[in-house]
């Protein structure tokens, strides 16, 4: 059970999921029609050009779509991707729209709830241009949350409707449900689409815990597409589909739209298939700053949809003020093909192609050191039970400044990690776990944390989480960000030393985690990711293991995860499994976050955006300053 590809069979025998069957047969007749007879019936819709083959290759594209959720959602494959051809988000049930004729995702979802049983089911739409049919078919429908991001530039853009706006949330039952963010400049970036991720789209998407993730797949919205004339590097889509497969338990069905930059599109397919198949994806590249523009149009969102949204209900949703890109003076320099814009973005994917060359794929995907023989887990083929050790002479002058490495079975744990670090950062393997001593987790994670820095990484971040001191000589210096989530302190010695507690609920720890913790890490863009569970850490497994699958993305999959052993056998099973790329358990039902949690987080953003771009979601004049918290009880 793995990834399905599904890019060409005859599903001639499907039986479309379609209330107009007058438009279905109409568009059956065009395989019989002349030339000049296609051309007026194509002159009848918007953006349309009907050929005798339409209606096949339709067909096929609808079949794809159905056949990729039939595999999912019976087992047969843990997630997949349809590479089809028409696209499908702009038809409706009885309208060619767009290049689209039918809508294949908004077929796949109606298939999903109606052969399946499925009652809850998230489309995520990032082609460039509205999906405005997907939006018509499901807006009075609760049981779909369609998310869509396009380029608007406040309606002067395709397919110019005001329904494309944040305003535009759903119909009767379904008000809360469809969710537009509109881009109203173009040149949005990593930053910005990732920004959109982790403030707008993830917060619903969790709350909302869906059954299936669809992804109208358009890669129009990435670097050198003359249609979206956005930012986007390849791997971009490899991050925002790692995170959704973090949903769902990991079922994922991925159909493609638009795309009219052939190298960038095959580029960006490859990296979403790479982050498909749970293999370690690229680290982002450029400065983690969203624009102003982007900025506004996220706040706007939240703004929208807090009536809706429990996580959002308690964050300030202070109105837009006055929009960076209000004016309506003319319209974008269209990117002509070659063209400097265009030229740079052959650059830039050309750079990136030098760069994948340079780093192979580690041998090892996920290796586990573990110290007493009888708690070993059964672990995929590319997975490590490690026995290997750094020489003993090496570990003791490691171990030296600390009693709690002492102990034999302790020393022998950290011989172990100075090991797996060594092969993480040499490249050979991708993650790893190490099980120690509890009383020794905090000095083996001081060992770690030096021996990282002298060893190649030159940015580690660590979260540390339970009775774990920070090391009193840890230096500020940018190399290393640490986040201590224990007790009650909630503060920010300085940009790069963070304390705050654990939050108390399920919506709590999400906000953490979106608002918090991957901010910082997508800002840090670190080499290594260390996350250390110390005694009392309090964390429930389904919870660690969300926290080390996110934390897989900012650091190109280099995660190392050090825990107590007295939680080793089942812990260290559910880290070890979402550290190879499967989807980590759910959280359980969703809690809303409680005021102190919310007070924290809003403090703390406070006190690190002019450090840390990533945690805004707001534009500059409507930051959400934050007072000092309350003590925590």
């Known amino acids: 059970m793995g990834t399905a590809l599904v890019y060409h069979e005859d599903m001639m025998a499907t039986r479309l999921l379609w209330d107009d069957l007058e438009y279905v047969a109409l568009v059956q007749r065009t395989q019989a029609l002349s030339k000049e007879e296609l051309q007026v019936l194509s002159g009848q819709y918007d953006a349309i050009y009907f050929h005798p083959s339409t209606f096949h290759c339709a067909r096929l594209a609808v079949g794809a779509a159905l056949q990729l959720v039939d595999a999912v959602l019976t087992g047969a494959a843990h997630n997949g991707l349809a590479l089809v051809r028409p696209p499908g988000h702009h038809s409706q049930r009885a309208a060619a729209n767009g290049f689209c004729v039918f809508n294949n995702v908004a077929i796949a979802a109606e298939h999903a709830k109606r052969k399946h049983g499925l009652h809850r089911i998230l489309i995520v739409d990032w082609d460039v241009h509205h999906g405005q049919g997907i939006q018509y078919i499901f807006e009075d429908d609760p049981s779909v949350l369609y998310f869509s991001w396009h380029r608007h530039e406040h309606g002067r ?28 400049q173009v040149g949005m970036g990593n930053a910005d689409y990732l920004a959109a991720f982790l403030h707008t789209l993830l917060p619903l998407a969790f709350e909302f815990d869906p059954e299936l993730v669809l992804i109208s797949a358009g890669f ?3 670097i050198g597409d003359p249609e979206g004339q956005m930012q986007a590097t390849p791997e971009c889509f490899a991050h925002l589909t790692r995170l959704l497969q973090v949903l769902a338990n990991g079922r994922v069905c991925a159909v493609l739209e638009g795309g009219y930059h052939l190298e960038s599109l095959a580029q960006s397919v490859c990296m979403m298939v790479q982050a498909l198949l749970g293999d370690p994806v690229p680290p982002l590249s450029g400065p983690m700053v969203p624009c102003q523009s ?15 949204w429990m996580s959002l209900q308690q964050q300030d949703v202070a109105s837009v003020l006055s929009p960076s890109t209000n004016s309506l003076e003319g319209k974008p320099v269209v990117l002509l093909p070659g063209g400097p814009t265009c030229e740079a973005a052959a650059t830039t994917l050309s750079s990136f192609l030098d760069r994948q060359n340079l780093c192979p794929m580690p041998h090892v995907r996920t290796a586990v050191a573990l ?4 708690t070993a887990l059964p672990l995929p083929p590319d997975e490590l039970c490690q026995e290997g050790s750094a020489p003993r002479e090496e570990t003791e002058a490691w171990a030296r400044p600390h009693k709690s490495l002492a102990q034999d079975e302790a020393l022998d744990a950290l011989g172990k990690l100075l090991y797996l670090l060594d092969g993480i950062l040499d490249g050979q393997v991708s993650s790893g776990i190490i099980a120690t001593l ?11 944390v030096r021996r990282g820095l002298c060893h190649r990484a030159q940015r580690l971040f660590c979260v540390a989480l339970g009775q774990l001191n920070q090391p009193p000589d840890l230096a500020d210096d940018g190399r290393i960000l640490w986040l201590n989530i224990r007790g009650k302190e909630v503060a920010a010695s300085s940009m790069f030393h963070i304390s705050m507690p654990l939050p108390r609920t399920t919506g709590g720890f999400l906000s953490c985690i979106l608002g918090l913790v991957l901010p910082l890490a997508y800002g840090f863009q670190p080499d290594l990711v260390l996350v250390a569970l110390g005694p009392a850490h309090g964390l429930q497994n389904p919870h660690a293991a969300l926290l080390a699958a996110v934390l897989r993305g900012p650091s190109g999959g280099r995660v190392l995860a050090l825990i107590g052993e007295e939680s080793t056998p089942q812990l260290a099973r559910t ?18 976050a409680s005021p102190e949690d919310i007070q924290a987080l809003l403090y703390l953003r406070a006190q690190l955006e002019p450090q840390w771009k990533m945690l805004q979601v707001a534009g500059e004049a409507l930051g959400s300053g934050g007072s000092e918290p309350a003590a925590q009880s």
């Open 438 to 448: 509890a009383p020794a987790v905090e000095a083996t994670l001081d060992v770690a």
């Open 371 to 374: 110290t007493a023989p009888d």
């Open 575 to 592: 880290l070890a499994r979402v550290l190879h790329g499967e989807a980590p358990p759910n959280l359980g039902p969703f809690l809303m």
């Open 220 to 222: 129009d919205s990435a």
């Open 294 to 308: 982007a900025l506004e149009s996220i706040h706007s969102v939240r703004m929208a949809q807090a009536p809706y």
């Open 157 to 184: 853009f395709w397919p110019f409707l005001r329904e494309s706006n944040v305003d535009a949330v759903g119909q009767g039952p379904g008000r809360g449900f469809t969710v537009n963010l509109p881009w109203n």
